[in-house]
């Protein structure tokens, strides 16, 4: 079985930057490609970024591209680098891992997730 498990989540002001990881654990050779999703109370869960298997590849949504950054600098370990933070960007951020190795952004094709990571940002 795969653990994915985020950290780095907090409460920030506006303009601030924030920093997610996701530390896999397990039979970590069943994850390749990877991705964060978000979610509000009462909203369904949106795609945030991807990161393909050979890390060569990655895909952000329009709301966050330019601002926020996915890397990975291993098999196991997954980032998250959200620079201009915006009230809007105030969710549960998820961790998810799948096995394609290309770029995925619908959260039905990722096998594992992590527990999530509340981000709140005031104005």
């Known amino acids: 079985q795969v653990q994915l498990v985020e950290s780095g989540g907090g409460l920030v002001q506006a303009g601030d930057s924030l920093t997610l990881s996701c530390a896999a654990s397990g039979a970590t050779g069943k994850v390749y490609g990877m991705g964060w999703f978000r979610q509000t109370p009462g909203k369904e869960r949106e795609f945030v970024a991807a990161?393909?298997?050979?890390?060569?590849?990655t895909y952000y949504s329009d709301s966050v591209k330019g601002r926020f950054t996915i890397s990975r600098d291993d098999a196991s370990t997954l980032y998250l680098q959200m620079n201009s933070l915006k009230p809007e960007d105030t969710a549960v951020y998820y961790c998810?891992?799948?096995?394609?190795?290309?770029?995925?952004?619908?959260?039905?094709?990722?096998?594992?997730w992590g527990q999530g990571t509340q981000v709140t940002v005031s104005s």
């Open positions: 990161i393909s298997w050979s890390r060569r590849n």
């Open positions: 998810a891992g799948g096995t394609y190795s290309g770029i995925n952004t619908d959260d039905r094709e990722y096998e594992y």
